[in-house]
Structures are given as structure tokens and as C-alpha cells.
């Protein structure tokens, strides 16, 4: 669930970053059809369901320490991201969340690798 619905957040995010290019190929994404602000609101939305989604095998005790470690630092970096694009959402900004994004999820990655070892 993490990875799906981060990855939806990501690419509507995306969306935003390249809304003129999309415009000009006449893509239709959810920002160039519903316009930046109602992208921003879907994004963040599915970004706090994958935050909460995230920590529910540790809260059930399904997973062990290991594995809470690198999802708290995704969730802190995908709350950041969320919250500078809230805060500003130019297609720069939307890049930048984006990219800080995809950071998060290559951490999450890393740490499954470790659960994995340690498990």
C-alpha cells in the first residue's frame, strides 16, 4: 500500500511539475484538468494514506524495529515534501517534491533490504 499510493502522490506531483509541457501536448493530467491547487489536495491526500498505511505492520507487531527506523525517515521526508508544496505550488517546488520523493522511496527500499537480512 505504501508504495502505491506514494507513487500515485508522486506522479499527479509530477503532473504539477510539468503541467506546460503536458498543456502543450495536450496530456491531460489531473492539474492540467482540475488545475495545481485541487493536484496539491489529491496528492497530499494519498500521501497521508500512505504515511498511515506505513506504519500499520508496526503498530500490529507484524515488523520489528528494523523496519520502523527507515519508514519514519520516509514519512518525515514525504511530509516535508508535501508541506513545501502546500506552502508553494510552482512547477519548481513540484520538481523538487517530487525528487524528494522518489528519495524517500529508495530509502524505504534500503530498508526493506534490511528487514530482509535481519528478519
Known sequence: MLALLSNISREIIKGIADIEGDKALGILTVANVHGKKFAVRLASFFI????????IPFIFKLLNLYYLIPILITDSIFIY??????????ESTALKSKNLYLVAMLITLIGFFIISYYE
Open 48 to 55: 497521508i494514506l500512505a504515511i498511515i498505511s506505513s506504519i
Open 81 to 90: 515534501a508535501t508541506y513545501i508544496l502546500v506552502k508553494s505550488q510552482m
